[in-house]
């Protein structure tokens, strides 16, 4: 995002008055109230820095209590922590403790600290990362994105627990999907992708799924499991049976599942009235 910051404002309160403060910003000072706007080049408010209090000095800006709000046209979001850095140089912030990210579509992540960097419009962390949506919940240790986490990166040991239910009836299914990492989410695709080591496996009946990479795309509208793809050293276990493949498909749409390689296998799940992704594997 080609941010564009003109016209910079610190809206400081101090015993009581309102004071507007444009471009330089003084060091040495302790501010109870702080509040810094960023703009593009059209003029719109592209973000906002909300604090408690600030402790300026020549290279930073010490917030308490961080309320940042993130305008986009597609899905703004909202950034809180109980401490943050502002690097005056660059605008980049460094926020710390119990950060919590919400985008507007629902996705919220916690973590216990975040890089922002406003100019290249990305978050990034190290630390473990938990995110949360109506589709599920995913944990991971490490995450680079965009602040609104329409696209974001899981880096390693990623653990997702996923609802697949194509109806009422089927809506409390689960699927947990374990990776090395990396996990990619793109929501504007509707897509995840998991990376080494990948298991699915279904909670309620133990069924799973073994794949060097998984990617599954979901029916926003719909709430369900849209398609699932597992490439490279496919295993697919249900009891003591195992099937081998290099390569399954599944289409939530048709119910049907396709393995290839050793052997090719063809299954409709929905001719015997089930809805399961794994009826019929082994058999």
Known sequence: MNIKIFGVMMVMICSGAVIGIADDIAPNQQLEGFNLNGYTNSGKKSWEINGDKADISDETIKVTNVNANLYDPKQNANLKSKSGVINKSNGDVHLQDDVVLTADRGTTMTTDSLDWSRNKDLVKTEDNVTIQDDKGTVTGKGLVGHPNLKQAQLNEDVTATIKTGR??????????????????????????????????????????????????????????????VCTGHVVATQGNNSTYADEMIYTGDDEKLIMTGRPKLIFDTGTDGSNNLFDKIGH
Request: charged letters at 30%.
């Open 167 to 228: 109806n009422k009836a089927l809506s409390g299914s689960l699927v947990q999907v374990t990776c090395d990492g990396p996990m990619e989410v793109d929501q504007q695709k509707m897509s995840a992708v998991f990376n080494r080591n990948v298991v699915a496996r279904e909670l309620q009946t133990g069924r799973q799924l073994q794949a060097d990479k998984m990617t599954i795309w979901f029916d926003d509208k719909n709430k369900k499991l849209k398609k699932l």
